[in-house]
């Protein structure tokens, strides 16, 4: 897993986890069981001996569960179950004491001087929604929904989890009165944001959707579906598209009749 932020000096942070397995194997958990798990990467050039650190599920308690002391190699890997079951063997599977829920939750790393170094989200909280099967991973700064997670392992970008296309109650034309067009989204929960000048929305610019948009001149209307821990459709979807040709189709029917009168 590839993450940058929320690594600290040491190099290590949360890189991914998953907060509701129920078929995704995980290396080092037993045949047939699919506990939820989270992974620490060491994106340092030098080992850390975990002895002293610690994950929680609480901000008020940062030392929480505590590592015992192995050795992770830099660009290394570890696994940690959260099964509530509190396991700390060195040479055996580690469990945390605590579970994280999949309807968001708040998981921290913390140093042996009780400093949190890394967190989901970064900005403290609780992160959004989890998912079956799906990981919730720090990729570029960014964290988002892989549909393929990869415990243990490099992220593939391409297994992000995107918001669905928007779509428009009206096909892009000329219409020869003002309408109304509604915008919408299969992806439950996403914000719609929407421009009338031609002009790409993002995640803080445009206006947010919420009623019909009333077009009534010529307009070119754009949009995009936002959705925390989703990847967004790259390009604006166009509506506009939606032009409505009113004041041009009416000249251009007094331009006929003085022709045919003349």
Same mark, same amino acid.
């Given at each position: 897993t590839v993450a940058a932020a929320g690594v600290g000096d040491s190099g290590l942070c949360i890189s991914e986890f998953m907060a509701r397995n129920l078929t995704t194997?995980? /290396?080092?958990?037993?045949?047939?069981?699919?506990?939820?798990?989270?992974?620490? *990467?060491?994106a340092g050039p030098a080992s850390v001996n975990l002895d002293g650190w610690h994950l929680t599920d609480d901000p008020g308690i940062p030392f929480k569960w505590p590592f015992p002391a192995v050795d992770l190699a830099a660009d290394g890997y570890l696994i940690v179950f959260a099964s509530g079951e509190g396991l700390t063997r060195p040479n055996s599977d580690l469990h945390t004491n605590f579970r994280i829920s999949s309807s968001g939750d708040y998981l921290a790393l913390t140093d042996p001087q009780s400093k949190t170094v890394s967190t989901f989200p970064a900005s403290g909280g609780t992160f959004p929604e989890q998912f079956a099967d799906v990981s919730y991973a720090l990729v570029d700064t960014q964290p988002r929904h892989l549909k393929t997670p990869t415990p243990g392992a490099a992220n593939n970008v391409a297994e992000f989890v995107w918001v669905k296309d928007t779509q428009f109650s009206?096909?892009?034309?000329? *219409?020869?009165? /003002?309408f109304a067009v509604e915008i919408s989204?299969?992806?439950?929960?996403?914000?719609?944001? *929407?421009?009338?000048?031609?002009? /790409?929305p993002t995640e803080s610019t445009g206006e947010v959707y919420a009623e019909p948009i009333t077009i009534n001149s010529t307009t070119v209307l754009k949009a995009r579906a936002f959705k925390v821990g989703f990847e967004p459709i790259t390009k604006a979807r166009v509506g506009g598209g939606c032009r409505c040709a009113l004041l041009r189709l009416r000249l251009l029917l007094r331009l006929l009749l003085r022709l045919l009168l003349h």
């Open positions: 194997e995980v /290396p080092g958990s037993v045949d047939g069981s699919f506990e939820d798990w989270i992974e620490i *990467y060491n009206v096909r892009r034309g000329i *219409y020869t009165a /003002p989204t299969a992806t439950e929960g996403a914000e719609i944001r *929407y421009t009338l000048d031609s002009s /790409p």
